[in-house]
Each structure stands twice: as structure tokens, then as C-alpha cells.
């Protein structure tokens, strides 16, 4: 430690002298009453013997020298240095392939490494053991659960350099199989240490039959068939057969034989089966046990699909037929979700669209046309809040079109048109379109808009502006309004299916103005959510093991978000089982999680209490709880990864019987210990043990004061 001033130092003699100053004309001599002067033995100040005012003299001049001093605000500057052992971590995979080759060989090796941290700690070295889930530095290792349904090496290196950036970390030691089923190979990483890898495990495939994985669709719709595709790998049983089957709910809905030849090592089978259940169905492919086998945990895997009931049904009614109304029924049947009706108004009455039948979307082809033959069923429709999309063409009337859309008002003659091209409008950004996928626009051929003055309503907002030449208009050829109580668009002209055409003969593709259709249609006909309690899980699947979590929302009337209101939650399995809850959300945490769910396909419903006045409200759903069984996919031991990883990182492979040596050339490489420095700066004010010495002299010289009499 040393002082520094942020002046000059000779300003300590000017403080010195302050002091001594303050103090002789605190203290200096006066005679006592009746007494001569020059008899000094009887000088007192204010009745103080003289041996005694020197004393306080002297406090006086101690403590105003040192506030002086103080004042000059000088700084302390430390330094400190650290000795940082080396650092050896060793870091273990605790996943259930590793335990797969034997316990009795893994007590065995973990006996070995308890053993190498006694005499990796003995040599000086500080010893510190991760493995996936936590930090054991002090724990037992022989009692390690090899439990962990996932391994994630790479990611397990990763977190230690972070964790140990900056300190004196040597060596890691990663004691694994070699086996990894999330993330990327460890031997992508780049890492400041030496890894020193030792390989657990049977590097020896097992005779066995797997299977591999699933193939599925995630979505079906009732009443449809879809396919199940089942991969099966096996070793050693060559020459010999195996039966697939699946089921549902315990009740078999099919079987199939597969055969390994001499060679055959994959094989693939696909079975077609019916949705006949609405909502999440489970669904379980298995091979039956073979007489040899290794294990049979992965013999199974779980499939959940959700079936949906119907699609949403979208009226295409035209005047007459039309091009355009081919490429909107291509452009829609793109999205499996869509039911298209195609109708066109030809006088036949198994044209006409039956009273009866609702939809979800209305697409008017040239309606209302100039001859008043779709007069009814337009008004029909408009009696409902129904969205519509609005395609003009030549034979539309303008006034019924006019009274019929919240969009624009075209004033102009019946059968005029001009040739327009359209223009994406910049400022528009209700949906997510790129504007240099766009500019493709101005390649197309041009439209035939219907001809007159245009005129906006308030609350619309276009997509394409006309442009005609290269001249940029303001009347809309695409325009929509979804703020008013019937969702509406239009497209102000037909020619539609040239633009489908020209952009698949300059790019082979049809999707830039297949993608502006399909997302126009979806934003006017998505349904609003106007419940006041919205409970759902942040996602449909969870991995088993993890927690399950939902995201809470309450509004009141004006649909204000509010808190602090009891909810339950009901999970009902596919058992039957209900599981009973009840929390409040919160404005720090509208989130509720629950955990060690098994698999399993889960409905839940929440509800809340009925305020004074009000009904009580309700929300569900579901979600999938799936049990990956990762681990048992791949049980052979892969020590040329690990081989790899140690020469790539300067360290070495030892199998699990050689520890010894892998204790050898870490206690015999030099490994110096770290010295790191600190250096502070503090002002000398800011101690506060200071302050109270100042306050004792000041207290000693005011007790001695009184006690003779100096006040």
C-alpha cells in the first residue's frame, strides 16, 4: 500500500503548521490570579496544570492536522495478489446409455474415479466434477444416478468454459461413451483446455432390433386416411423375421412382417390407418420381442396426432366460369385447412348453394353482377357477418358492390377497364411481405381494374396500388378492411391466372402471388378471440421429465388484462385421471408450471369464479407429453469420438482400467499456479475508522476539559 497525492506534498507541512497553530492558541500560557509571571511553574491555562494542557495541546494538534490532511483528499492505493491453483474438472456423462453395458463394470470405473480424485486433490490440484444436471464438487462419485434421458456433450464443455473463463482451468476430464442425441458433435468446439477423455461403455454392437424412428403426420383430418411409416434397424438377426404392429387405446389396427436377409440391416414398412377420433390421438408402434434380444425398451415408440375436426369451408362463387376462378380454387386447395365449394350462377339449381350449408369464407367472382341473376344469394350472404373477398371484373355492378363493401366506393361506367399492374404499398404492414420478392410484380402482365374515380372508406388499407404504364395511381387494386364488423377485400380486376402463369415462366415457381392471395384470405377470414380467459401451454409437446407450463390471461369487459384471480385447472389423461389445480396469476408471473407428467395425451379445461353480475369462464385445449427414449436408440459405445476430441484438443484417451496413467501426466506436467493482481484506489476519507478516531481525541479532550475545569 502507498499514498498518492492529487496535489502537492509539501501541502503536509501546511497542515502540520494549522495544527500546531489552532493548538498554542488553544493552550498557550496565562498566570494564575496573585502571581508573578516569571514564576512559570505556576502558568495554568484556564486552570489546567501545564503537563496537562500539553497533553491536550498535543490532541488538539493531532486531530486539526488530520482533518486538514483529509482535506487535501488523498488516495490509497493496494495492491493484492491472488494464488489460483490449476483446475482439473471432471466432467461425466450421467446418461442412461452408459449404465446400458453393466452395472457391475460402471461401480467398477466409478470406484477408479473416486479414487483419481483423492490423488488428483493430493497433489495440489483443486478438483471439481460436473456432469449434465449439476456441480458435485464435494459428492460422492460412485452414487452419481445415470438417469439423464438426453446427452448433450458438446453443450456440457460449453458450459464449463464459460463457467471457467478467466480462471486457472487446466485439464477437463470427460468421462463418457462417446454417445451423444442433442446437439452438435463436441468435436466442433473450439476450447482453451486439454480434454482428457475416458471411455466407458461396449464399443461391440449388441445383437438386437430396433426401431429407429416414426414418420407421421402431425395433423389429420376425421375421417381421412394418412400413413405410418416405421424404420427397423437389427444386428444379428440375419435370415430371420419380425412383426410390426400398431395400436390404439390398446386395440391393434394392423400388423406386418418384416424379413432380414443376410445383409439387410434397415428396413421400412408403412401402415394406413383412418382418423376416427376428434382431438389429440395416441397412437403405438411396436416390434414384438425376439428370443436374443439386447433390450427391448427400444422396441416402442409413441406417436400423438391431432385430428381435426373439418376443415374451413370456403365458397368460390363465380357468374360464369373463368381462369381466375381455376387459379383462386389452385391457390386454396395450396392449404390443407381449406374445403373449397366452387359454384358458378348458371340458372341449373345444383349450382346454387344450398341455404342450408355455412361457411367460413365467401370468395365473389364478378358478384354483384350487371344483370341482378345473383341478387338473393348476395344478399343471402351479406345478412351474415361472413368475409368476403371481392373480385371485379368486367360484368360487376358497381352500385350494389358499392352498398355492399366497407372498402371502396368506385364511381364509373359499366364495362370499362383499364390495364394496371400493381405496386406493393410500402406502408402496409398488417402482413409480413418482402418487398424485393414483390418487385417481381411489375414483370407480370397487366390486370383489366374496372375504370372510375376511387374512393377509400375509412379503416381500409391497401396492398397493390394500380399503376398504369409508369404512371403510379392512388386507387387501390388490392385493398381490405378488417376493423369493421364484416371482414372484407377486394381485388379491383381480373387476370389473376396470367400473373400465375408468367411468374411460373420466369421462375419455374408459382408462389409470390400464390403467397399474397393465401395471406390476404387468411387475415380477413382468422377468427377473433374475444374470450376473457385465455389459459394455454407455451407449447403443444413436452418432453417427459420437463416441466409442463401454462400462460394465463384475464380480461374484464373492455378486455383490460387484469391478475390476482383464482384459477383451477383440470388435466384429464387418456385414462380418465384428472389431475386438480388452482393458482393466481400474477403481473410479475402469469405462468403456472407443473411437473413429472408422465406421457400421455392430456385435455385440460380452466375456469374461473363468477364475478357479481357475470358468468363464469372457461378455456381448454391440449397438449402431448412424449417419452423420447433417446437413450436406448444407440447403446454402442463410440470411443473414436473420443479419441478424436483428445487429439484435437492436446489431451489423450484412456480406457477406464488405465486411470493411473492419466494421473501421471497430470501431476507430472507443469502446471504453475496463477498469480492475479488487483489494484484499488480509495480516498482516505472514505475510512470510516477514521472518523472515529477523530471523535475519540475530540471526546478525551473534551472529558479532560471538564474533568479540570476548562469549562
Excluded at 264 to 289: R, S
Excluded at 343 to 368: C, F, M, N, V, W
Excluded at 454 to 469: D, F, K, N, T
Excluded at 617 to 624: H, K, M, T
Amino acid at each position: 500500500m502507498n499514498i498518492i497525492f492529487q496535489s502537492s506534498p509539501w501541502w503536509i507541512l501546511v497542515c502540520l503548521l494549522v495544527g500546531a497553530l489552532y493548538a498554542y492558541i488553544m493552550y498557550q500560557p496565562l498566570p494564575l490570579p496573585g502571581m508573578s509571571s516569571a514564576n512559570g511553574s505556576g502558568d495554568t491555562v484556564g486552570g489546567i496544570d501545564k503537563r496537562t494542557s500539553y497533553g491536550l495541546a498535543a490532541l488538539r494538534f493531532v486531530v486539526v492536522s488530520l482533518l486538514c490532511f483529509l482535506l487535501l483528499n488523498p488516495l490509497i492505493r493496494s495492491i493484492q495478489t491472488l494464488t489460483e491453483k490449476p483446475t482439473v474438472v471432471l466432467a461425466i456423462d450421467n446418461s442412461e446409455s452408459v449404465a446400458a453395458a453393466g452395472r457391475p463394470a460402471l461401480n467398477k470405473a466409478l470406484t477408479n474415479l473416486q479414487q483419481l480424485q483423492q490423488k488428483l486433490s493430493e497433489k495440489g490440484l483443486d478438483v471439481a466434477v460436473r456432469n449434465f444436471g449439476d456441480s458435485l464438487s464435494n459428492a460422492d462419485l460412485t452414487q452419481i444416478p445415470f438417469t439423464q434421458r438426453t446427452t448433450d456433450l458438446s453443450g456440457l464443455l460449453s458450459r464449463i468454459r464459460s463457467d471457467y473463463e478467466g480462471r486457472n482451468l487446466t485439464d477437463v476430464v470427460l468421462v463418457s461413451d462417446g454417445i451423444f442425441n442433442q446437439g452438435v458433435s463436441p468435436t466442433f468446439g473450439q476450447y482453451p483446455f486439454a480434454v482428457q477423455t475416458i471411455g466407458l461403455g461396449d464399443t461391440i454392437p449388441k445383437k438386437d432390433i430396433q426401431l429407429k424412428g416414426v414418420i407421421a403426420n402431425r395433423i389429420a383430418y376425421l375421417g381421412n386416411q394418412f400413413p405410418v411409416q416405421a424404420e427397423v434397424i437389427s444386428n444379428g438377426f440375419q435370415g430371420r423375421t419380425a412383426t410390426v404392429v400398431l395400436r390404439q387405446n390398446g386395440k391393434e389396427l394392423g400388423r406386418q412382417a418384416v424379413s432380414f436377409g443376410q445383409n439387410d440391416t434397415f428396413n421400412q414398412l408403412t401402415f394406413q390407418t383412418t382418423a376416427t377420433q376428434k382431438g389429440v390421438q395416441h397412437y403405438v408402434v411396436e416390434i414384438l420381442p425376439q428370443p436374443g434380444e439386447f433390450s427391448t425398451q427400444n422396441n416402442r415408440q409413441d406417436v400423438y396426432l391431432d385430428v381435426i375436426d373439418g376443415r374451413e369451408k370456403v365458397l368460390l362463387l363465380a357468374l360464369t366460369p373463368h381462369p381466375d376462378v381455376k387459379a383462386l380454387r389452385s391457390i386454396l386447395e395450396k392449404n390443407e385447412n381449406y374445403e373449397v365449394d366452387v359454384r358458378t350462377i348458371t340458372g341449373a339449381s345444383d349450382q346454387t348453394p344450398p341455404a342450408e350449408k355455412a361457411y367460413d369464407l365467401i370468395i365473389l367472382h364478378q358478384i354483384p353482377d350487371n344483370s341482378g341473376l345473383s341478387s338473393a344469394l348476395v344478399q343471402r350472404y351479406l345478412a351474415k357477418n361472413t368475409p368476403i373477398l371481392f373480385v371485379l371484373g368486367n360484368q360487376s355492378a358497381l352500385g350494389p358492390f358499392n352498398a355492399s363493401n366497407s372498402i371502396v366506393q368506385i364511381a364509373g361506367q359499366p364495362g370499362q377497364s383499364d390495364k394496371v399492374t400493381g405496386v406493393l404499398n410500402p406502408s402496409f404492414k398488417q402482413l409480413n411481405l418482402d418487398p424485393t420478392r414483390f418487385e417481381i410484380l411489375s414483370k407480370l402482365p397487366p390486370m383489366l381494374a374496372t375504370y372510375g374515380e376511387y374512393r377509400l372508406q375509412p379503416g381500409s388499407e391497401v396492398v397493390l396500388w394500380q399503376q398504369i404504364g409508369s404512371v403510379r395511381t392512388t386507387k387501390p387494386l388490392l385493398a381490405l378492411n378488417v376493423t369493421s364488423p364484416r371482414k372484407t377485400a377486394v381485388l379491383a380486376g381480373e387476370g389473376l391466372w396470367a400473373w400465375r402463369q408468367e411468374e411460373f415462366a420466369l421462375t419455374e415457381k408459382q408462389e409470390v402471388v400464390d403467397e399474397l392471395i393465401q395471406k390476404v384470405i387468411q387475415l380477413i377470414s382468422v377468427k377473433e378471440d374475444r374470450r376473457k380467459l385465455r389459459v394455454y401451454p407455451i407449447r403443444n409437446e413436452f418432453v417427459a421429465g420437463e416441466k409442463v407450463i401454462f400462460e394465463t390471461e384475464i380480461y374484464n369487459d373492455i378486455y383490460e388484462r387484469l391478475y390476482d384471480k383464482p384459477v383451477r385447472l383440470d388435466i384429464t389423461d387418456e385414462r380418465g385421471i384428472i389431475r386438480n389445480f388452482n393458482y393466481t396469476p400474477t403481473a410479475e408471473n402469469s405462468r403456472f408450471e407443473i411437473s413429472r407428467l408422465p406421457q400421455g395425451a392430456y385435455q385440460f379445461k380452466a375456469s374461473i369464479a363468477a364475478s357479481p353480475g357475470g358468468k363464469a369462464e372457461q378455456a381448454s385445449g391440449q397438449f402431448v407429453v412424449r417419452d423420447l427414449q433417446l437413450e436406448a436408440l444407440n447403446t454402442t459405445a463410440d470411443h473414436g469420438l473420443l479419441r478424436q476430441l483428445a487429439q484435437q484438443t492436446g489431451g489423450q484417451f484412456y480406457s477406464a482400467d488405465r486411470l493411473d496413467a492419466l494421473v501421471n501426466s497430470l501431476t507430472t506436467k507443469p502446471h504453475p499456479a496463477r498469480l492475479s493482481s488487483t489494484e484499488e484506489m480509495n480516498e482516505i476519507i472514505n475510512w470510516r475508522w477514521l472518523f472515529f478516531v477523530v471523535l475519540a481525541f475530540v471526546t478525551i479532550e473534551w472529558a479532560l476539559r471538564k474533568f479540570y475545569g476548562g469549562y
